[in-house]
């Protein structure tokens, strides 16, 4: 008599793996932090018209460039390392959170371009012989006006979005606390309210109304950095997620 051995269920990642996910997401998350001081280092190229003729220092602006392409390297990786995770509660969502952090980074790079080719111009064009310094300012006002755009639609506006789809496969799955997620669906609206109305003109990027804006979702994003660092999801979210998408074992023939 043949005895037909029972096809083994779907093998879910162990718990040492899960806890691994969550560390190298909280780690990529807290690394999204790293640009912060850019706001005040990039401050003198967006407001001083007389950067791009040489006043200001190159180094500090080096720095903040190096720190922005980190953030949007950081931000790809949160996607990609949680994608696996979100997608057992949301395939939809997990698609939307990995274009949005897609998108966020290439945005951020055009912003760190214009940055960098400012300083190309600064420090290669400025001083030649011919070199128009009207033509020159117009050009810096240009291509900051290009940084700023690009900030408004990456690092404001994709957080919101971003909020909005992690935030709902965290708040559903429970793999972390609710209130975490809470601010982040909290939130998103009401960044997204105050970059349309920075779009219109209605105020700068650099009003109170933003910043006051921007703070939960800042909140959710660090908390959500830290907690995953430091405990990890909770094993009985984790045990749930395994338990609900497991599939069923065929009876032996």
Known sequence: MTVTAPTPGVIRPPPDTMRSTSLAAGILYLLTFVSIPTLMIFEPV???AD?????????????GAAAEVVVALAGIGTAVVLYRVAKRQSQTAALGFVAAR?????????GVV?????????NDVAGTTGADPASL???????????????????????????????YVMYRSGLVPRI????????????????????????DRSAPAALLAALPIAAW????????????FKPAAVAALALTDREPELSPA
């Open 114 to 122: 214009s940055v960098l080719t400012l300083l190309t111009l600064r």
């Open 221 to 232: 994003e660090l908390s959500l950095g830290v907690y995953l660092t430091v405990k990890g």
């Open 137 to 167: 300012v117009t050009t810096g006002h240009t291509l900051a006006a290009t940084y700023d755009w690009a900030f408004l639609l990456s690092q404001s506006l994709m957080p919101a979005f971003n909020a909005l789809c992690l935030g």
């Open 46 to 48: 967006r407001e001083n």
């Open 51 to 63: 950067f791009v003729l040489g006043a200001g220092s190159d180094s500090g602006v080096l720095w």
């Open 180 to 203: 975490l997620p809470t601010m982040g669906l909290i939130g998103a609206p009401l960044l997204f309210a105050s970059d349309i109305a920075i779009f219109f003109g209605v105020y």
């Open 102 to 110: 897609v998108l966020e980074a290439a945005l951020i790079f055009v």
